[in-house]
């Protein structure tokens, strides 16, 4: 299956590169010139793009100054995209969005913030020691991937320093897929190919708290991209904070993954608590009894009779709690993580 970045020309309608060849519809953007390009990454009002396979650096247009562009967002481009030393580009459109990755406003940003565009998979990478899995921040990326309409992925590494089993036991009335690495004394990592099946083909966003290994992670899946690793504090047990911005790298076996460094959390004010009711399907038809505006963790709530009589299946009362679980976290704060 072809990445999300790869061009689909049924979907956006244009040869990109390739002129006069676009259908002249009415609704036809102003730029009739322009070329479509990946956002690979944003830094210092300058975006990196990817048209056909070279790289341009580029500006906004000044229309767009309002607008966030982020990555993994298709762009219309125009002005030199040659991609040579030293030109630069104007980004003059953003292509509608597949799907968008955010977050909502809190106590330290009080803007609501796209983070990443078109992504299909949210990889929430995780130790299970050093730094201590993080259930509640686990959580709120789950909520913050349901949202999103991206499908979920566990990546725990560093399992020769604890097992994963006990941290996936409070998984368990959840289908998220998992995998698990680490570190191997010759510097190579086990679990590594079930890590690249899992993101073959797909544009996943990598998200993980400082010091879980995410950086040395991406280095193996994309050689040569020199992710800087840290090291973790012994104090603090935290990473030091050695990367920046977020940016998209192209796996050689297709598909990409979108390292996202100074993403540590979701605000999830945002989130409607029924989109993910939809992800429990055989909890949702049990929500037709519950009363009107119904949270779904609290003392009416109809699903408590719907699993006890059964409707659920066996491991319905284990669903019912990660539901209400998922619930929670999105009502908390990331600082209570
Ligand atoms: N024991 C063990 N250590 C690991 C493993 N993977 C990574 N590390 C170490 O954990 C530390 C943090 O790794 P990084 O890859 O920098 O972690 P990060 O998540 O990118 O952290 P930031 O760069 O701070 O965002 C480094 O000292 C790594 O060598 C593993 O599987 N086992
Ligand atoms: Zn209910």
Request: contains cysteine; negative net charge.
């Amino acid at each position: 299956m072809p990445g999300r970045y790869d061009y689909d020309e049924s979907k956006i309608g244009v040869r990109p590169g390739r002129r006069g060849t676009r259908p002249r519809t009415k609704d036809r953007p102003a730029h009739k010139d322009a070329v479509i390009g990946v956002v690979t990454g944003v830094d210092r009002g300058r975006w990196t793009c990817l048209v056909d396979d070279h790289v341009v650096t580029a500006m906004r247009a000044r229309e767009l100054r309002r607008s966030p562009i982020v990555v993994g967002d298709r762009v219309g481009l125009v002005g030199d995209t040659s991609g040579d030393e030293g030109t630069l580009a104007r980004i003059v459109r953003i292509e509608e969005r597949e799907t968008f990755l955010r977050r909502t406003a809190d106590d330290t940003d009080p803007v609501e913030r796209v983070l990443v565009a078109n992504a299909d998979q949210l990889a929430i990478v995780t130790a299970l020691a050093d730094p201590e899995p993080r259930p509640r921040m686990v959580d709120r990326c789950l909520v913050a991937a349901y949202d999103a309409e991206m499908d979920p992925l566990l990546v725990l590494t560093k399992a020769d320093l604890a097992d994963p089993d006990e941290f996936m036991q409070s998984y368990a009335g959840l289908d998220v897929p998992y995998v698990v690495t680490q570190v191997l004394p010759d510097g190579t990592i086990e679990g590594l190919d079930a890590v690249h099946e899992r993101l073959a083909g797909q544009t996943t966003v990598l998200v993980g708290h400082s010091g879980v290994g995410k950086s040395t992670l991406v280095n193996a899946l994309v050689p040569g991209t020199h992710r800087a690793v840290g090291h973790v504090n012994a104090v603090t047990g935290r990473g030091r904070h050695t990367s920046t911005s977020a940016v998209a790298l192209e796996l050689a076996d297709g598909g990409w993954v979108i390292d996202t460094p100074g993403v540590r959390s979701f605000g999830l004010a945002h989130v409607d608590p029924d989109s993910f009711i939809d992800h429990f399907p055989e909890l949702a038809a049990g929500t037709e009894n519950c009363p009107r505006g119904c949270s779904h963790d609290e003392e009416h709530c109809a699903l408590d009779a719907w699993v006890a009589q059964g409707h659920a299946g066996p491991s319905g009362a284990a669903r019912l709690e990660s539901l209400r679980r998922l619930l929670r976290s999105r009502l908390g704060t990331p600082e209570e993580e």
